[in-house]
Nanobody, 128 residues
Framework: QVQLVESGGGLVQAGGSLRLSCAAS????????MAWFRQAPGKEREFVAA????????LYADSVKDRFTISRDNAKNTAYLQMNSLSPEDMGVYCC?????????????????????WGQGTQVTVSS
């Protein structure tokens, strides 16, 4: 059984920063594609960022490019999302997701459906 547990969300002022963490169980973490999605109230779930199994390749939604950084530490079974220059438009529940290695190069990296495992999410609130 794989479990993903997010942490690091909270309340921050516009322009501020937060660092989210996603701690994973399971011995095969280093082979997974990891991603972050977010969902704001009344809106559909939205892709934020993804990282390949090795950490050598990353992909970002246009709305967060140059502000957010996804990373991973395979020795710690943890993925991260560093979020800078936050705005109220970034508010929502942020969930990490894990899926097979080949998701990253499948052309479906930003599609939630191929991801097998999901965390419960952590709330990010940005005050203006």
């Amino acid at each position: 059984q794989v479990q993903l547990v997010e942490s690091g969300g909270g309340l921050v002022q516009a322009g501020g920063s937060l660092r989210l963490s996603c701690a994973a169980s399971g011995r095969t973490f280093s082979s997974w594609t990891m991603a972050w999605f977010r969902q704001a109230p009344g809106k559909e779930r939205e892709f934020v960022a993804a990282i390949s199994w090795s950490g050598g390749s990353t992909l970002y939604a246009d709305s967060v490019k140059d502000r957010f950084t996804i990373s991973r530490d395979n020795a710690k079974n943890t993925a991260y999302l560093q979020m800078n220059s936050l705005s109220p438009e970034d508010m929502g529940v942020y969930c990490c997701a894990a899926g097979p290695t080949n998701i990253y190069f499948s052309g479906r990296t930003n599609d939630p459906r191929p991801y097998n495992y999901w965390g419960q999410g952590t709330q990010v609130t940005v005050s203006s």
